[in-house]
């Protein structure tokens, strides 16, 4: 398909968003199956589906989509009630169609064995909502009514200026060839614009266009019947150039001659004599020719997409705002100008003047960073949008009744974290899905609804995106977790109920007492945990039994660039993110008070516990001398952070630290300072969920 190259990657991201919107909106057709609208904007959805697949020529998407497309309009004829088996049957299409698109991707073939059970079903449908026996062709319903017989395709035009003649004269002797080409579309392209376009593309490698007919807007409009004609000029001989033609796919017929001037003159003059004997039958009026689009025309596209650095090939590109962008031009443009300045003033030796001009540089360097994070940005609905459909899904699996409720789906991440997120996520719904909401005899006794919620919600809070699960299933009993753990020979002795409750991350614990595709394969839970710790965030558990259970996420907003507060405990430099940190206080060792639990000190009228850095990263410090403890908040809680000496805020770039410092759980990464020295940067929740004894 080298044809459709140039339209490969639009078409890709253009079928995401239209299956995403069908998931979405078929959803909602099964809550109100009634709402003709919401039908009409499915039907809508999936012709565009339709059409986009035949143009690219993707014959199997294509049949798939339109049988499916033809279950739309017995809904919108009511001819078929809407209901969850066929509900179920159009997931089942989409999620297929998704599959084809992912091998689509991997350049694999498609054959239709991929789609004949689907279609078998589909036609099924069909025939006990009409009663006749489902059409196996897409096009059968139009070829019941013979179509007018269309007039032979020639080679000659009706609108031919002087202009084009010289130019097609001159390139002959100056030794190349001219070309008259005639191109008759399949009467069944559905989106004509583009297929001229590559079509022109591929012929604008190997010479020019110098004329067509119609004009070049009408043919990128697709504002034509099925033929096409042009003048081509090229060094290629007539067969390279037959052949460069008939390699492009839905063509009926194409002509290839040689240019001949003369005949093209008298055929344009016999047309215009026809006309003036007929006028109600004119010809193309003169005005009409024109030179063809630039050879690199854009397609239009609803937004901009900028290229992410990502290593996730499969989906590296990011919607942004064209207002931003042109914010982008505009401070770079600024920019340049400072520069000049810059450059100007050093050549005069103006040093008053490179100070303003480097003021405005600072300024704008800072403007433009902060810009460029909120390019990165993306909204969590990208990921939270397929789980209301997952989790309709998996009622119908386990025969439970529950809602998922989504809240703030517009919060925005670092495009990085959000693709990082979904596999975790998938892995906490599922776990509320199956391990939290109850059965809707057993919530009837228990008082609670029939039916079963699960809340899903993000904010943002400062530096950080905090996104919550909340379900009203019946929590999580330590005793249950103590009996599990202690059948797996783990240890739970002096435990609290709190840090037996936080077993369930522990790598190979599960409660399932048997194993299914939900839930229950003893892993889970805990790589949930090493992939937000992995995304410099942290999770944390509240549960009450037959109450409900609650995650709370705590994400970086994002994960290149932070506001951190630079310090030094014994030797080495660290940093501390300053979105968690509350106040820094200078104390002595009188101030910290031990007691049976640990050290705290007096902060806000309540003991709050200490910290020492320096013993858990086992670095040497001066006894007896000051300290300063940086006061943090982790899980509803203040923690002070002991270091030696404030080196001051600074703003700091986040690098990857090795895999085995990673593992150590003490660090989120590391930045470089000016001078090439290298600070690790803390995991403040790590640091103070160890203090409390809990396994982080």
């Known amino acids: 398909m080298d044809d459709n190259s140039a339209y490969r990657d639009l078409f890709f991201e253009e079928s995401e968003d239209n299956l995403q919107q069908l998931n979405d909106n078929v959803l909602e057709l099964e809550k109100e ?48 009630k809407v209901n969850g088996d066929h509900i179920s049957l159009i997931f089942k299409c989409l999620d297929r169609l998704s599959q084809l698109l992912d091998d689509l991707r991997d350049e694999k073939d ?92 591929k012929l604008e490698e190997e010479g020019d266009v110098i004329h067509t007919e119609p004009t070049a807007d009408l043919l990128e409009d697709g504002k034509f019947d099925t033929d096409f004609k042009l003048v081509f000029v090229t060094r290629e001989t007539q067969d390279d150039i037959k052949k460069n033609v008939e390699s492009n796919s839905e063509l009926e017929k194409a002509i290839v001659e040689p240019f001949d001037a003369k005949k093209a003159v008298a055929a344009q003059k016999e047309a215009e004599e026809a006309a003036e004997k007929q006028p109600a039958k004119t010809a193309a009026p003169k005005a009409a020719a024109a030179k063809p689009a630039p050879k690199k025309a854009a397609a239009k596209k609803p937004a901009a997409r ?53 003021e405005q540089v600072s300024r704008l360097t800072s403007e433009l960073q902060d810009l460029v994070l909120r390019i990165r940005m993306q909204q969590v609905s990208v990921v939270f949008s397929r789980f209301p ?10 025969h439970k009744d529950m809602d998922l409720v989504v809240i703030g789906e517009d919060t925005e991440l670092d495009k990085t974290v959000v693709s990082e997120l979904g596999e975790p996520m998938i892995h906490m719904l599922r776990n509320s899905a199956d391990h939290g909401i109850e059965d809707p005899d057993t919530r009837e006794k228990l008082g609670k609804p029939r039916k079963g919620t699960i809340t899903l919600s ?58 299914t595709d939900i839930s229950g394969r003893g892993v889970g839970l805990d790589a949930v945990q090493s992939k937000i710790n992995e995304l410099g965030g942290s999770i944390e558990l509240r ?64 003991l709050i516990p200490i910290v020492r850095t320096d013993k858990l990263l086992n670095i040497k410090t001066k006894e007896g001398a000051k300290k300063f403890a940086i006061i943090v908040k982790s899980d509803q809680q203040y923690f002070g952070i002991l270091a030696d000496q404030l080196i001051g805020q600074k703003e700091i770039v986040i690098k990857k630290i090795d895999p085995v410092l990673q593992k150590i759980n003490r660090y989120q990464g590391a930045t470089i300072f000016d001078n090439g020295s290298i600070a690790l940067i803390l995991d403040v929740n790590a640091l103070c969920q160890t203090k409390k004894g809990t396994k982080s």
């Open 458 to 515: 993000a904010y943002q809070e400062g530096n950080r995106v905090i996104i919550t699960l909340e379900d009203d299933g019946k929590g999580i009993d330590p005793q249950v977790i103590k009996a599990s753990a202690e059948s797996k020979g783990i240890n739970t002795d002096g435990m609290s109920e709190d840090e037996l409750k936080h077993l369930i991350f522990h790598p190979g614990f599960s409660t399932a007492k048997k194993i």
């Open 543 to 606: 549960s009450q039994v037959n109450v409900g259970s609650k995650f709370i996420i705590k994400l970086p907003l994002t994960l290149s660039i932070i506001q951190a507060l630079m310090v030094k405990v014994g030797a080495g430099n660290f940093a501390i993110p300053l979105d968690v940190v509350e106040r820094v206080v200078m104390l002595h060792d009188e101030d910290i008070v031990p007691t049976a639990k640990g050290e705290v000190y007096r902060f806000q009228d309540t």
């Open 306 to 358: 900028a290229k992410s650095s990502h290593h996730n090939a499969r989906n590296q590109s990011i919607r942004v705002d064209l207002s931003r962008l042109d914010r982008f031009l505009n401070l770079v443009s600024e920019l340049v100008v400072y520069r000049n300045q810059m450059e100007d003033s050093s050549h005069r030796s103006d040093l008053e003047g490179i100070r303003d001009s480097l």
């Open 389 to 398: 459909r997952m989790i309709r899904d998996l009622g119908r699996t386990l």
């Open 33 to 80: 199956p009634d709402n003709i609208d919401l039908i009409n904007e499915i039907f809508r959805a999936a012709h565009t589906l339709k059409g986009s697949s035949a143009t690219m020529g993707y014959e199997v998407m294509t049949k798939l989509t339109h049988r499916m497309e033809d279950i739309f309009d017995l809904f919108k004829s009511g001819k078929l």
């Open 110 to 201: 498609l054959s239709e064995d991929q789609i004949k059970d689907l279609i078998d079903e589909l036609n099924k449908v069909e025939t006990s909502a009409t009663g006749k026996a489902a059409e196996t062709v897409p096009a059968a319903a139009e070829a019941d009514q013979p179509a007018a017989p269309k007039a032979e395709l020639t080679a000659t035009f009706s609108s031919l200026e002087d202009a084009d003649v010289d130019v097609a004269e001159k390139a002959k002797s100056g030794g190349q060839n001219v070309f008259t080409i005639a191109i008759r579309l399949d009467a069944e392209t559905l989106l004509k614009g583009p297929r001229v376009f590559l079509i022109m593309q």
